[in-house]
Every structure is written in C-alpha cells, then in structure tokens.
C-alpha cells in the first residue's frame, strides 16, 4: 500500500513556473514507477509525465515536452514536476500516481493516486 499527497498548486500567470511535489508513505518507494497525470474541467485525465523507479529513464507527453521536468528523490520518497513556461492550457488538477514494475503511459496502468493538486495559469 502506497500513499501519496501531492504539494504546490497554486494559480500564476503565463509564462510562469511552479514545481509539484508528491510525497509517498512506506519503505518502498523505490520499487514503484512514478507519474504525473492531469484532468480539465469536462475532459479525461490524460498523461503528462513519467519516471522509472531508479529515475534514470523519464517520459513526457508532447505538449509539456520541454517545458516540464519529472525527477525523484528515492531517499526522500517524493516525485517532482518542475513546469516552466506555462501556457493558460496547462490549467488542470494535477495527480502523481505509482505503479509497481516497469514505467507506463497509461492511467489504467497505475494502482495508487493522491488526491490531486489545482493548478491555475492565467493568461
């Protein structure tokens, strides 16, 4: 069992930068891949971003790719997005999510969620 709690959200302008950390409990942080997915107002949850369980191999969907940085602090058991130049379209409810074994791309995939941290870019 893995629990996770995502931190700093918050509403900034374009063009702007903030960076979500996702906090796990437990001892086994390490053996989860970790991703970073996010919802709009009326749309699905879709993939944003991925990291395997050493953090040696990372993922991104091609809207952020190049804006946004996943990384992970296994002795700290916590995964971060640094998000860099963000577009109005970028607003959403942000979730870090865990899955045992290899990286994925897909929601269906993961087994443990937090609860989702807002993020608001305004134009």
């Known amino acids: 069992q893995v629990q996770l709690v995502e931190s700093g959200g918050g509403l900034v302008q374009a063009g702007g930068s903030l960076r979500l950390s996702c906090a796990a409990s437990?001892?086994?942080?390490?053996?989860?891949?970790m991703g970073w997915f996010r919802q709009a107002p009326g749309k699905e949850r879709e993939f944003v971003a991925a990291?395997?369980?050493?953090?040696?191999?990372?993922y991104y969907a091609d809207s952020v790719k190049g804006r946004f940085t996943i990384s992970r602090d296994n002795a700290k058991n916590t995964v971060y997005l640094q998000m860099n130049s963000l577009k109005p379209e970028d607003t959403a409810v942000y979730y870090c999510?865990?899955?045992?074994?290899?990286?994925?791309?897909?929601?269906?995939?993961?087994?443990?969620w937090g609860q989702g941290a807002q993020v608001t870019v305004s134009s």
């Open positions: 437990g001892r086994t942080f390490s053996r989860y891949a």
């Open positions: 990291i395997s369980r050493s953090g040696t191999s990372t």
């Open positions: 999510a865990a899955r045992g074994g290899i990286t994925s791309m897909t929601v269906d995939e993961y087994d443990y």
